[in-house]
C-alpha cells in the first residue's frame, strides 16, 4: 500500500513549506516556498552557512545595506532550492511593504533581477506578496508583467476573490491559523470536516472551480495531518517537513476531498472593489486579525535576521 503521502502526490502538486533543503531532498516535493521566518531558521543551520556568508562578503566588499544583504540572502536560499525542486519556488517581499503598492511592486522587480543574474528565469519564481488590498493590486500590475505571484496570508474569501480578479497566479490560504483564532475563542472541538481552516479552503475552491478562475489554490500552515487530508485533491499543499515525514509513514488509505468536476451548486459570484474588499474585510475579526498579525510576525523575523546579518557584517569589518 503506498503512503498517504504518495496517495496525495497523484491528486495535490505537493509543495515543501520549509527552507532546509535536506528534507526537500527527502520528501521530493514539486515546488518550495520560503518567508523570513523560515529562512532564519534554515540561516541558523550549519549545513547552510555558505549561503549567509556570500551574502556577506558580498555586503562588505559593497557596502550595501543591510536589506540588500537579507535579499541576497533570500535569493541565496531560493537559487539552491531551484536546483532541488522541478517546479517553482515563492520568496517573500519584504513584510513592511505590506501597504505600498509601488514598493512591493519595485521589491518583486528587485529579487526577479537578482535571480536572473543567477541564470534563473522568472518563470522558476513565485513573488509572494502579503494579501492585503494594496498587496493584491502590485500583483496585478507584475502579473501583466509576467511575473507570477504567490498571495499569502490568505484568511477570507474576499481576499481570494480580489487576488483572483487581479489574475493572481497563487493564493495561500492560511488553515492552521484559521484554526488558531477559533480555538482562542473558545470554539471546538472540531475534526476535518468542520476545522474552520478546512471549510475556508473548500469554500474558496469551491468559488474557484464554479467560476473558472485559473487561481490556483494551495492550502499552508496546517497543524495536523487531519487537515491535510482533508483537503486531498486541493490544487497544491504546502506542507512542513514534520508532517510530510507523518504522511509518508502513514499506510491507511487517502480519500479525496476535492475535485473540480464536483464542487455542487456554484456560489453567488461577487462584484469586488476596494469599497467592497475592505468592507467584507471589516466584517471578518479573524481574517482582519490574522493579516494583521501575519504582517507583523513576518516583519519580526525579517527583523530578526537583518540583526544578524548586522552583526555578522560589523564583524566582518
Known amino acids: 500500500m503506498p503512503s498517504k503521502l504518495d496517495q496525495l502526490r497523484t491528486m495535490t502538486t505537493v509543495v515543501a513549506d520549509t527552507g532546509d533543503m535536506e528534507s526537500i531532498r527527502q520528501f521530493r516535493p514539486t515546488d518550495s516556498t520560503t518567508n523570513p521566518s523560515l529562512i532564519l531558521k534554515a540561516a541558523e543551520l550549519p549545513a547552510y552557512a555558505r549561503l549567509v556568508e556570500e551574502a556577506i562578503e558580498w555586503g562588505r566588499k559593497t557596502r550595501a545595506p543591510v536589506g540588500d544583504v537579507t535579499d541576497r540572502v533570500a535569493v541565496n536560499f531560493g537559487a539552491e532550492l531551484t536546483k532541488i525542486v522541478p517546479g517553482r519556488v515563492s520568496t517573500e517581499v519584504d513584510a513592511d511593504l505590506s501597504f505600498d503598492t509601488e514598493a512591493m511592486i519595485a521589491k518583486a522587480r528587485k529579487l526577479i533581477g537578482l535571480y536572473k543574474e543567477r541564470g534563473i528565469g522568472h518563470e522558476h519564481i513565485l513573488i509572494k506578496l502579503a494579501s492585503t488590498w494594496e498587496g493584491i493590486q502590485a500583483a496585478h500590475t507584475l502579473q501583466r508583467e509576467g511575473i507570477d505571484c504567490n498571495m499569502t496570508l490568505i484568511f477570507s474569501i474576499a481576499q481570494a476573490i480580489a487576488a483572483a480578479n487581479a489574475g493572481a497566479f497563487l493564493i495561500s490560504p492560511f488553515v492552521g491559523r484559521i484554526f488558531d483564532w477559533h480555538v482562542k475563542a473558545g470554539e471546538g472541538p472540531f475534526d476535518g470536516e468542520t476545522d474552520p481552516g478546512v471549510r475556508s479552503v473548500r469554500a474558496i475552491y469551491a468559488y474557484y472551480?464554479?467560476?473558472?478562475?485559473?487561481?490556483?489554490?494551495?492550502?499552508?500552515?496546517?497543524?495536523?495531518?487531519?487537515?491535510?487530508?482533508?483537503?486531498?485533491?486541493?490544487?497544491?499543499l504546502t506542507i512542513s517537513p514534520q508532517l510530510l515525514e507523518k504522511l509518508s509513514g502513514d499506510q491507511g488509505?487517502?480519500?479525496?476531498?476535492?475535485?473540480?468536476?464536483?464542487?455542487?451548486?456554484?456560489?453567488?459570484?461577487?462584484?469586488?472593489?476596494?469599497?467592497?474588499?475592505?468592507?467584507?474585510?471589516?466584517?471578518?475579526?479573524?481574517?482582519?486579525?490574522?493579516?494583521?498579525?501575519?504582517?507583523?510576525?513576518?516583519?519580526?523575523?525579517?527583523?530578526?535576521?537583518?540583526?544578524?546579518?548586522?552583526?555578522?557584517?560589523?564583524?566582518?569589518?
Not at 495536523?224 to 486531498?232: R, S, V
Open 253 to 317: 488509505t487517502l480519500v479525496r476531498h476535492l475535485d473540480p468536476a464536483k464542487v455542487g451548486p456554484a456560489p453567488a459570484k461577487v462584484a469586488m472593489d476596494e469599497k467592497t474588499f475592505r468592507w467584507m474585510m471589516n466584517e471578518d475579526p479573524m481574517a482582519t486579525e490574522k493579516l494583521a498579525e501575519g504582517i507583523r510576525l513576518f516583519n519580526a523575523d525579517l527583523g530578526k535576521l537583518k540583526a544578524v546579518v548586522q552583526q555578522r557584517l560589523v564583524a566582518a569589518a
Open 209 to 236: 472551480k464554479s467560476h473558472g478562475v485559473k487561481t490556483v489554490v494551495m492550502g499552508a500552515s496546517f497543524r495536523n495531518t487531519g487537515e491535510i487530508e482533508a483537503l486531498a485533491g486541493c490544487d497544491r
